[in-house]
């Protein structure tokens, strides 16, 4: 696949008929519809994800360390920045010399410009589908006389999108030449608990009707995207965690990742596919302090899964 040059428009010919392929070739959740929790404003929702960033980002950092040291002032793209604290934390301490977040979410921007624009951070609100998109990153690597960003970040949000082969087709175009992309997502397929009860199945089924939480299986099928993309060198750096990996507070975060109720924007009908869907959340939920409660006494081992994946330009 060729490089897009900045006076170049997107081949939108070219993209129908890779993402044709892609989605012939195994079915898209039907809950991909681009529309998702993490854009909401929900205060608890807004708790639970900085819980995850918090737990998520001790697994990130090594993989980040490998990533930077292949560049000295590396500029990077973070494609679903949200208020853009996730990805200042990951940056944190690291040299790049400039860092644009996008996201679709216009609270969200301009709450991350309120907290952390400067000459290095540059937060714009636009959908990675629109049109409006490719302008932004055309005029954002002119200005600064670059054909291509060294690194793309895009964290849990390919499983939210209609169409990920096509997002993933056009960052393609935005790397430089010897760029990289990281990506982090979810894979419920490889989710384990034992001692088994019933009560985490009907935590799986919540999440996998939830109208809001995307493609449960999307994890499995980024390496093969990325690969018909056009990407090379593509390593999956982890495929899960688990509830053994850290102690304390972490302990807790790793809970609150995926099994705190009281965390979910879940509790209306209208959230789920199916009405039977909804009631076994008010099942879960009227069993859920005396589950939390016998995992942070130890009873249960958890694994999630969670992919790190990259690959290069």
């Given amino acids: 696949m060729q490089n897009m040059y900045l006076d170049e428009v997107v081949n939108e010919e070219g993209n129908d008929i890779l993402n044709s392929s892609l989605n012939g070739n195994f079915p898209f959740s039907k809950n991909n519809k681009g529309q998702s929790i993490y854009t909401g404003n929900e205060e608890s929702e807004v708790d639970r994800i900085n819980r995850q960033n918090d737990y998520l980002n001790k697994y990130v950092i090594t993989y980040l360390d490998k990533i930077f040291s292949n560049y000295d002032s590396p500029m990077v793209l973070d494609v679903g920045c949200s208020d853009g604290r996730n990805i200042l934390l990951r940056l944190k301490g690291r040299s790049y010399c400039s860092l ?58 390919l499983l939210h999108v209609e169409n990920p082969g096509h997002v993933l087709n056009l960052l393609h175009s ?104 909804y009631e076994r959340y008010l099942k879960y939920k009227s069993k859920y302090l005396q589950l939390r409660d016998s995992y942070k006494n130890g009873k249960y081992f958890i694994m999630l899964g969670v992919l790190f994946i990259t690959a290069n330009k």
Wanted: overall charge negative; proline content about 2%.
């Fill in 100 to 157: 644009l977040g996008i996201d679709r979410n216009h609270d969200k921007i301009e709450k991350a410009n309120k907290l952390f624009k400067s000459c290095k951070n540059t937060f714009l609100c636009c959908d990675i589908n629109s049109d409006n998109f490719h302008h932004n990153i055309v005029d954002y690597l002119r200005e600064r006389g670059k054909q291509g960003f060294d690194i793309i970040h895009i964290s849990s949000v």
């Fill in 174 to 277: 935005y790397l430089s030449e010897n760029g990289r992309i990281f990506i982090q997502d979810e894979d419920d397929g490889l989710n384990k608990v034992f001692p088994y009860e019933d009560s985490f199945e009907d935590c799986f089924y919540v999440w996998d009707h939830s109208l809001e939480s995307g493609d449960r299986k999307m994890g499995r099928k980024i390496p093969y995207l990325l690969e018909k993309c056009g990407y090379s060198d593509i390593k999956v750096l982890s495929s899960n965690i688990t509830s053994l990996d850290f102690n304390g507070s972490m302990k807790d975060y790793f809970w609150d990742l995926y099994f705190n109720c009281e965390l979910w924007v879940a509790n209306d009908v209208s959230f789920y596919d199916t009405p039977d869907a």
